[in-house]
């Protein structure tokens, strides 16, 4: 359970990486 936990916050954080980079390289227009 635990193992499992740490990859989902793994996973979390490249998700928010890659949100970060495409913002980056994307200005909102969305919002």
């Keep these: ?3 499992m936990q740490g990859e989902r916050s793994q996973s979390l ?3 928010q990486k ?3 980079v ?3 390289f994307l ?3 969305h919002s």
């Design 13 to 15: 954080q490249e998700l």
């Design 18 to 20: 890659i949100c970060l």
């Design 22 to 24: 495409l913002q980056t």
């Design 1 to 3: 359970a635990l193992e």
């Design 27 to 29: 200005p909102d227009e």
